[in-house]
């Protein structure tokens, strides 16, 4: 059976190759950081990881790390109701709460399983979900776990939020679901404006905040925390293994009794091994950092302002607002391929972003800022686009 098979798999990555939309994974060859060595041997400048804060090999965090594998081990072997639960996870899921001004938080091994393991948990076939249709893989295969009915919105667009709750009027709950950021475009989901409708049509409101929670913000808690909703928000997910650390985990926090009702039924929750004790202790320490000051979220405000700026005045077309994230769009994905082929060969490290991944039409370069980036680094990269875009028009 399998040789059938194998023809049509072949046949099917001869396709992705051909259209210049294969993935090729690079080899990393030093700790995640600003200045990496690669599989060449060439050390090159990271543009591309979601290290917002740098902390991902921040000596603090690393240390905190290396004190938990001596204390508390390196797994737990068990899943959390069983006997998988130390001091540190329930001290974590306090911080986070605390952080985020939510009643009460509960981890998962990634924020894919937070999502995965929580709609068909609280929503049955009586209920409705109206999601973004922009969010998150996540959320999109979260949904389609639930029974609930599913209604999509165009991105942030909250005429169309509106007429999807008016027809899921007869539903018995409705639960709002957006990211906070878009990962693709960084664009800002208005929460405020969300909120108001949810309250106007009686729905709860569910945000993934992983590409926001560490620094967006002014006490760098999020997006319900830039526009003055904590309260009026639901639920918020999110990612440890991206601002906050960068290592590995997920988390709902949420009103205390959502989040009580996921430890007795979430699957994802309940099937899976803890979180590990040094990602546990490493995330206790990133939380504890960014709560002392502001100055690697100022950092990267300033990084991300700089490069936008002057990616603009070269010419380069790179999606309004103010986001780390900063796509500059280039349309074909052949050609995006080229591109960051190119500055890799500049000593850029950045990666080519298309369908499926974005839509047809849309391929990119996604740039993302860092506050461990030095301003060298970034003027560094601007003169990188640009000699790599007039190498490639010769």
């Not at 060449?40 to 690393?62: I, K, M, Q, R, T």
């Not at 938080?105 to 999502?115: G, H, K, M, R, V």
């Not at 049955?124 to 029974?147: M, P, T």
């Not at 709902?252 to 979430?266: D, H, K, T």
Request: aromatic content about 8%; overall charge negative.
């Amino acid at each position: 059976m399998f040789g059938r098979m194998r023809d049509d798999l072949k046949a099917t990555i001869g396709e992705i190759r051909d259209a210049g939309l294969y993935k090729s994974e690079r080899v990393i060859t030093s700790p995640q950081q600003s200045l990496i060595s690669v599989a060449s041997g060439n050390e090159v400048l990271n543009f591309c990881a979601n290290n917002y804060l740098g902390l991902s090999d921040h000596p603090e965090v690393v240390a905190a790390a290396k004190e938990a594998l001596d204390r508390w081990g390196f797994g737990l072997s068990s899943v959390r109701f069983i006997c998988g639960t130390q001091q540190i996870h329930k001290d974590l899921e306090g911080a986070l709460s605390n952080f985020l001004g939510t009643e009460d938080t509960i981890l998962y091994s990634s924020c894919f399983d937070a999502n995965g393991g929580l709609f068909e948990t609280l929503l049955g076939a009586e209920d409705a979900i109206i999601s973004d249709e922009l969010n998150h893989a996540s959320i999109i295969d979260g949904v389609r776990l639930s029974k609930a009915r599913r209604y999509r919105y165009k991105n942030r667009d909250m005429a169309d939020l509106e007429a999807q709750l008016k027809d899921a009027a007869d539903a018995r709950y409705r639960l709002i679901a957006t990211d906070g950021v878009f990962s693709m475009d960084g664009y800002v989901a208005p929460l405020d404006e969300i909120c108001d409708l949810a309250e106007r049509y009686d729905a709860l409101v569910m945000v993934d905040d992983s590409h926001a929670v560490g620094f967006v913000g002014p006490d760098g808690a999020g997006t319900p925390s830039l526009f003055g909703v904590k309260d009026r928000v639901d639920i918020v997910t999110g990612t440890l293994g991206k601002a906050l650390g960068g290592a590995s985990g997920g988390y709902v926090s949420a009103r205390r009794e959502i989040v009580e009702l996921l430890r007795q039924r979430s699957r994802p929750y309940l099937f899976s091994n803890s979180l590990a004790p040094a990602v546990t202790a490493a995330s206790l320490k990133a939380l504890e950092l960014i709560g002392t000051s502001s100055a690697l979220r100022d950092k990267l405000a300033a990084n991300t302002a700089l490069f936008r700026t002057k990616m603009t005045e070269a010419g380069f077309d790179v999606l309004p607002g103010d986001h780390p994230i900063s796509p500059v769009m280039i349309g074909d994905a052949a050609a995006a391929g080229r591109l960051a082929d190119k500055l890799l060969d500049l000593g850029i490290y950045v990666i080519g972003f298309s369908y499926p991944v974005v839509p047809q039409g849309k391929a990119r370069i996604r740039v993302q800022l860092s506050a461990a980036h030095s301003t060298e680094d970034v003027e560094r990269a601007i003169a990188a686009f640009v000699e790599a875009r007039n190498a490639l028009a010769e």
